[in-house]
């Protein structure tokens, strides 16, 4: 009797059971909830909650932080009459400095010299170089390309002593004006560092974009495109010799007439075994040793001071073709590494190619 209970317990208890996870969840044939509601159903479920909650805390707090950070600046710049006169750039502003125009920046604000010359006068606080990490003394020249940083309770002024560019972020006065400039390209912001350079490479019909809307600032530049950059800056000369180059024969390709132009004036040479292989990635060292070939060419290639290219760590690593183009590419300022390296045998991005051919013009051809 006890086992036939017993038995009915068990058999009551199971038909409880299944009647009850038959309302959950799951597939017909499995009335557990199943891997599928898992991960189908469930899992998104939860972390898209999760992830909306999240999302609302720290937007809040963001939103706070930025609120409370902003208005503690605006009442500083208020306490110094700060807004009086000046203007606000949210983000880099082109100006144009005709020669003896003046630039008057406050806390906060950040200036590069793009073009032409120019100095400081700090009239109160401090002003830090932030691409060297370097105080800048009152009555500097300013270095071009470089972020000029002003700390707290500064007030200083740029004044020109040439016809400059610059970029300004933050409050500015300034006797210049504002450059209005087009920029079609998506992929290249005003405060990306290359802005200007790759402003300046497409429109002096250096080197355009990847397509209407793009630049591709960190795609790597070929051997066969930054010959093609050199022979439009040299006013795409006449070529009446042929390609001695077998990979370089048909005349239908864009880098047919700049490789052949380039060979005939020792700007560029092939490899042993009769090939330019222009779609290969041109290095930072072979791209020295193509501008100094070249500025030879246009009798501006003299030896450079080794000072420069003996500050880099990684100096010893350029091969020994290429010291002599870096010692000049170092000391002229047209190579100026990057992060604080020369990184010779890393291959060269078209943004850095853009900054690079431009300070070559900037330093010898006054464009």
Do not use: H
Request: hydrophobic residues 40%; negative net charge; contains cysteine.
């Amino acid at each position: 009797m006890k086992r036939f209970i017993a038995a009915a317990l068990v058999l009551l208890l199971l038909f409880s059971l299944s009647s009850t996870l038959a309302t959950e969840p799951g597939s017909a044939a499995d009335p557990l909830i199943s891997l599928s509601y898992i991960n189908n159903t469930f899992r998104p479920s939860t972390l898209s909650s999760a992830q909306t909650q999240i999302d609302k805390t720290l937007g809040t707090v963001y939103s706070s932080a930025e609120n409370e950070a902003q208005n503690a600046y605006d009442a500083y710049m208020l306490r110094i009459n700060g807004y009086s006169g000046y203007t606000f750039a949210g983000e880099f502003t082109p100006l144009n400095l005709p020669d003896g125009a003046t630039t008057e920046l406050v806390t906060g604000s950040i200036f590069t010299l793009t073009s032409g010359k120019a100095s400081l006068v700090i009239t109160s606080g401090t002003v830090v170089n932030i691409s060297t990490g370097s105080e800048v003394a009152s009555g500097s020249s300013l270095s071009l390309n470089q972020r000029y940083f002003c700390a707290e309770d500064t007030a200083a002024v740029i004044t020109a002593s040439a016809d400059s560019t610059c970029q300004v972020d933050g409050y500015y006065k300034t006797t210049g004006t504002v450059i209005v400039i087009q920029n079609n390209f998506l992929d290249v912001a005003a405060a990306d560092w290359f802005y200007n350079a790759v402003i300046f490479a497409r429109d002096n019909g250096l080197f355009n974009g990847t397509s209407e809307t793009a630049f591709s600032p960190q795609s790597s530049m070929t051997r066969g495109m930054f010959v093609t950059v050199l022979y439009r800056l040299a006013g795409k000369p006449t070529v009446s010799s042929s390609s001695v180059f077998t990979d370089v024969a048909s005349t239908s390709l864009y880098y047919y007439a700049p490789v052949v132009w380039a060979n005939a004036n020792n700007i560029v040479n092939g490899y042993e075994d009769g090939t330019f292989r222009p779609d290969a990635k041109i290095t930072r060292e072979q791209m020295a040793v193509i501008m100094y070939r070249y500025a030879t060419f246009s009798s501006f290639g003299t030896p450079g001071d080794s000072a420069g290219f003996d500050s880099f760590p990684d100096s010893g690593s350029t091969s020994s073709y290429a010291v002599d183009a870096m010692k000049w590419a170092t000391a002229n300022s047209i190579i100026n590494g990057s992060d604080g390296k020369l990184l010779p045998k890393n291959t060269a991005s078209r943004a850095q190619v853009a900054q690079i051919v431009m300070n070559f013009c900037q330093k010898f051809m006054g464009m």
